[in-house]
T-cell receptor, first 109, second 115 residues
Framework: ELKVEQNPLFLSMQEGKNYTIYCNYS?????LYWYRQDPGKSLESLFV?????AVKQEGRLMASLDTKARLSTLHITAAVHDLSATYFC?????????FGEGTQLTVNP | GAVVSQHPSRVICKSGTSVKIECRSL??????MFWYRQFPKQSLMLMAT?????????EQGVEKDKFLINHASLTLSTLTVTSAHPEDSSFYIC???????????FGPGTRLTVT
């Protein structure tokens, strides 16, 4: 059974600071996704990572994938309040997605 | 492109009644759709995989007689929660798999409250 673990589950940080969210998974996978969810809303796709060493960046967010370590990271650079949300990683295996527990990020002024 | 809609966005029903939720892919065809449930402050849990023209595949622990899934066309899947109870109150999210680009697209979700 595929297990996906994120840490931390809660993250409170100050504006302007950097931080990393980690996503570990237990078995080999096809692809890894990062999503953002705002309260009361559905998922917004951020990144899809396909292969070992993949790195993608959009604005203040950068995601990477190490398939050998079964680890993905989501790095936040110079956080701003607008990044406050819950972030999920999800691992795909045969079109089925297994989600991590989510990281609730709060960026304080 | 790649828009998925859900209807209704919010529904309140009384305990013991049934409620139907629709998931539509608006600008692509989806042979496969997925239904997820999300309780407050928790992650998304896959309930079932809906395949057009065939029976849905349910995840372990999900009652197929309580959560009826119909995928009658390439653009529509429905989830019917039968004999709903307060513990079924949740946020239900569907996704549709666009075969040509091999990607899943999520709907906006349906907030179900059972009183």
């Amino acid at each position: 059974e595929l297990k996906v673990e994120q840490n931390p589950l809660f993250l409170s940080m100050q504006e302007g600071k950097n931080y990393t969210i980690y996503c570990n998974y237990s078995t080999t996978s096809d692809r890894l996704y990062w999503y953002r969810q705002d309260p009361g809303k559905s998922l917004e796709s951020l990144f899809v990572l396909l292969s070992n060493g993949a790195v993608k960046q959009e604005g203040r967010l950068m995601a990477s994938l190490d398939t050998k370590a079964r680890l993905s990271t989501l790095h936040i650079t110079a956080a701003v309040h607008d990044l406050s949300a819950t972030y999920f990683c999800a691992v795909e295996s045969g079109s089925r997605l297994t989600f991590g527990e989510g990281t609730q990020l709060t960026v304080n002024p | 492109g790649a828009v998925v809609s859900q209807h209704p966005s919010r529904v309140i029903c009384k305990s013991g009644t049934s409620v139907k939720i629709e998931c539509r892919s608006l600008d692509f065809q989806a042979t496969t759709m997925f239904w997820y449930r999300q309780f407050p402050k928790q992650s998304l849990m896959l309930m079932a995989t809906s395949n057009e023209g065939s029976k849905a595949t349910y995840e372990q622990g999900v009652e197929k007689d309580k959560f009826l899934i119909n995928h009658a066309s390439l653009t529509l899947s429905t989830l019917t929660v039968t004999s709903a109870h307060p513990e079924d109150s949740s946020f239900y999210i569907c996704s549709a798999h666009w075969t040509e680009v091999d990607e899943q697209y999520f709907g906006p979700g349906t907030r179900l409250t059972v009183t």
